[in-house]
């Protein structure tokens, strides 16, 4: 479970103050599939960012299975999210250098333990890391590079390595960006399997036809909450008619 609340997010420069997220109360509960929707610039990647620990609001308070984190030091934050959080990103961030097996095993190389308790040795890490890319059906390809890939395949690398440490959740910014529909679909059907098997998945789309695939979309607009909508029936949450949709308000204007 995520919890945000009363979160704001300013960024400082010398010369200007940009309030990126004022006013975020959003519970995401175990097991959901939720969207974030909005024009560019609207605080989308801020508020992964928060979600993913990567960066801490200026004010309110941030959940995460139950811990709240504010009080965390950078070491335990490291902990908490290299154990519970698997990040998925529009260009893949893939080492090139590195064969496919190689990049999904680097969530394992900084545990202390492994995916399930004792010190992942390398024989442990290459099963964990083989099993991932099986259930991405890329175990034909562990031995390749990035390079000899095809966008699609290193995006399922992606998601090999953003689950090989069985995190609780997995934040993805924009995962089908980079792909054509038929790839986009591929991916998204990936992570709804993934969702089916109890990952919590929150993914920025621009594409409304993925946003779509999910349960609820939160849309933001200038930083603010404008919309948060259930869009499938889903009755593990007790809803059972998309007519649930509770949208706050439409922005009346959107940048785009
Ligand atoms: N490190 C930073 N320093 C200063 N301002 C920032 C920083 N990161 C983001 N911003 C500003 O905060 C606001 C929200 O940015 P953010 O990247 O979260 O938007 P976004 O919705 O993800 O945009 P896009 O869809 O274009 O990726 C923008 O006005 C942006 O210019």
């Known amino acids: 479970m995520i919890k945000l609340t009363n979160i704001e997010k300013v960024y400082r420069t010398s010369s200007i103050e940009t309030l990126a997220l004022t006013n975020i109360n959003l519970t995401i509960n175990a097991g959901e599939f939720i969207s974030i929707m909005g024009p560019s610039g609207c605080g989308k990647s801020t508020l992964m960012n928060l979600m993913g620990l990567l960066d801490a ?3 309110g308070q ?6 709240i984190v504010m009080q965390y030091r950078d070491k335990e934050l490291a902990l908490l999210r290299n154990q519970q959080i698997g990040f998925i990103f529009q260009s893949f961030h893939l080492i090139n250098d590195l064969s496919v097996l190689d990049n999904v095993e680097i969530p394992l190389l900084y545990r202390k333990g492994d995916a399930t308790g004792p010190r992942s040795v390398g024989a442990s ?4 890391a083989q099993e991932a890319l099986e259930k991405v059906g890329l175990s034909n390809r562990m031995k390749h590079f990035p390079g000899q890939l095809s966008g699609g395949q290193k995006q399922r690398v992606a998601i090999a ?3 090989v440490g ?3 959740i997995i934040l993805a910014d924009e995962p089908t960006g980079n792909l054509d529909s038929a790839m986009g679909n591929e991916i998204m059907a990936i992570l709804q399997q993934l969702n089916t098997e109890g990952s919590t998945i929150v993914m920025v789309t621009h ?8 349960h ?6 200038d930083g603010a909450m404008v ?6 029936s889903d009755l593990r949450f007790g809803i059972s008619d998309v007519s649930a949709g509770n949208v706050i308000s439409e922005p009346s204007n959107p940048k785009s």
């Open 57 to 59: 609001p200026s004010a």
């Open 62 to 67: 941030v959940e995460i299975d139950g811990r």
């Open 125 to 128: 890490r290459r099963q964990l």
């Open 161 to 163: 390595r953003a689950i």
């Open 166 to 168: 069985r995190p609780s």
């Open 207 to 214: 594409d409304e036809t993925m946003a779509k695939k999910t």
């Open 216 to 221: 609820r979309l939160i849309r933001l607009f």
């Open 227 to 232: 919309g948060d909508s259930k869009l499938i």
